[in-house]
């Protein structure tokens, strides 16, 4: 295996270069158990830890490595490894932090395509889709949607269903395939580049470990043939994971999500619903919150139809809960300030020697 293998290309060599850091060893997280890590360079794997200097300097989690980071380490005793430094991430997916407002968690990075898996069962969504397609437009990766498990259903169905999710999210590739027929796994393959990174999202049960195992043609990850069934939060994938292809690609395997919640995302916003907001630019009042304000562009297009109900809804949801996250964030820098500046008062007073 080569590091182009991995995904190394030019804009990483640049950084490494740009850092100082063209002297170390480079691998790329492959996954991650707290504090330890996998690592693969082009030899060989590594159990690899932080560096104390790392992690204590760490302002967030986000200074932190996580799968899909390229990192530069040393090694000891043969395949065990520090890590020194992580490279700037070329992107980012991350959701809110479940139920933490003011904390979002790194999904994965250094990411070129997001796979959004939705079944034609139980798990159909288009608001879902919608959120994480936001997702995915935050971080600037391209998103494609699949829709999996359409052996469960009638061909006129599955075509219903297809047509609503391109109705819904206009000029983003939607493609539909069965792990159990087999019928439309080889478009997926034939995305799949030597060198890129695509990475699995999608609920619990969707297919995502099953549809990976299917292109690499082997039961490398494991899959329960359970969850569906009973339970659909059962969660049978529990690590992400990085798998390098033979053909070529690498993936990221991820855990089922029950909350993606957003985080300060307005990129993605605006990349999700261009329609609403380009429109949102011609009501009167630059506040408008497109409810029953006076000459409001969007309730006008809502009206015609120009824009459908459904996507009017999802968005004022989403809008509410980007809003919310960026001011709790907004919130917690202030009171961090404000507690830094006491911090500091207090260190002075100790010094002057007055208590
Ligand atoms: N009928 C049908 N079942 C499928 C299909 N793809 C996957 N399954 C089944 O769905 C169940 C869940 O599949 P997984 O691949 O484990 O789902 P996952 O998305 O990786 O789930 P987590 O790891 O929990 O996030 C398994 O029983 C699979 O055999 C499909 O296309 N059709
Ligand atoms: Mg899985
Ligand atoms: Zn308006």
Sequence with gaps: MTLEDLGYNSIIEKEREANGMAAFELGRVVTQHKDRYILKTAQQTYEAELLGKLRFSANSNED???????????DFDQNKAIIHAVLPRQTVIKRQAV??????QIIASNIDVGFIL????????LNRIERYLTICNTAGVEAIIILTKIDLIEEAQKNILLDAIQERVKGVKVLSIS?????????VKALIKKGKTYCLLGSSGVGKSTLLNMIIGADVMNTDAISDNIDRGRHVTTHRQLVVLQTGGVFIDNPGMREIGLTESSEGMEVTFEAILSLANQCKFNDCKHQREKDCAVQLALESGEIDESTFKNFIKLEKERAFFESSIEEKRKL???????????K????????
């Design 64 to 74: 932190l490595p996580v799968v899909g980071d390229w990192v530069i380490f040393t």
């Design 99 to 104: 139920r933490k407002s003011t904390q979002s």
């Design 118 to 125: 939705q079944s034609a069962n139980r798990d159909f969504n």
């Design 179 to 187: 792990n159990e027929t087999m019928e439309g796994l080889d478009a």
């Design 336 to 346: 961090d300030k404000t507690f830094g500046k006491m911090v500091k008062r207090v």
């Design 348 to 355: 002075k007073l100790r010094k002057n020697n007055k208590f």
